[in-house]
């Protein structure tokens, strides 16, 4: 059984040029959560995606955007990067925002995106 | 912003020894998880612990929460080199809300 899958798994961009990050998630799972780790920090959340709908949002810029497919894996796009996006973008799967699961749910990360932009 | 801290930074030690990690957090919580890191890597879920529990183990792990003063901890009894790593807790506020929280983690290092 595959785990979160992510790729690519490094990526060099330039300023002002667009990226997309892609996420499968571990199989049975319908929930999709994004998390920007800046080097030297913990994670920190950028979106959720359930039904392939926008549920929560962290504080980031709309140049953050995403899209969940219906067999569940998702995209990040990040539009206008900027030297400050540079990071580890991790995606998390977990079941669960559907009424037949009983939390708490546990989040299953893949091993990321390494994103440089110079 | 961040929830909460972890406490110490950075934390080194020699094998065989015990390893402890602090964590405090800022609002209530639904439940505290904790991660562990591998050289920037993806994140490896280690533990949960709710809100009513106080204890929690885990093989080598044992992790307490004392929500009255909003803060965890995370042993690891008897450290091996391949727990060299930095670990994270996480909260959850909401219920099934499923959006983390992390502090900024400890990096830990086991010396041979």
């Known amino acids: 059984d595959a785990g979160v899958t992510q790729s690519p798994t490094h990526l060099i961009k330039t300023r002002g040029q667009q990226v997309t990050l892609r996420c499968s998630p571990k199989?049975?799972?319908?929930?999709v959560s994004w998390y920007q780790q800046a080097l030297g920090q913990g994670p920190q959340f950028i979106f959720q995606y359930y039904e392939e709908e926008e549920r929560q949002r962290g504080n980031f810029p709309d140049r953050f955007s995403g899209h969940q497919f219906p067999n569940y894996s998702s995209e990040l796009n990040v539009n206008a990067l900027l030297l400050g996006d540079s990071a580890l973008y991790l995606c998390a799967s977990s079941g669960g925002l559907g009424l037949t699961s009983i939390p708490p749910y546990e989040q299953y990360f893949g091993p990321g995106t390494r994103l440089t932009v110079t | 912003s961040q929830q909460g801290e972890e406490d110490p930074q950075a934390l080194s030690i020699q094998e065989g020894e015990n390893a402890t990690m602090n964590c405090s957090y800022k609002t209530s919580i639904n439940n505290l998880q904790w991660y562990r890191q591998n050289s920037g890597r993806g994140l490896v879920h280690l533990i949960l612990?709710?809100?009513?529990?106080r204890e929690k183990h885990s093989g080598r792990l044992r992790v307490t929460l004392d929500t009255s003063k909003k803060s965890s901890s995370l042993l690891i009894t008897a450290s091996r080199a391949a727990d060299t790593a930095s670990y994270f807790c996480?909260?959850?506020?909401?219920?099934?809300?499923?959006?983390?929280?992390f502090g900024q983690g400890t990096r830990l290092t086991i010396n041979p």
């Open positions: 612990i709710r809100s009513n529990e």
């Open positions: 996480a909260t959850d506020p909401l219920q099934g809300a499923q959006k983390l929280v």
């Open positions: 199989s049975g799972h319908d929930t």
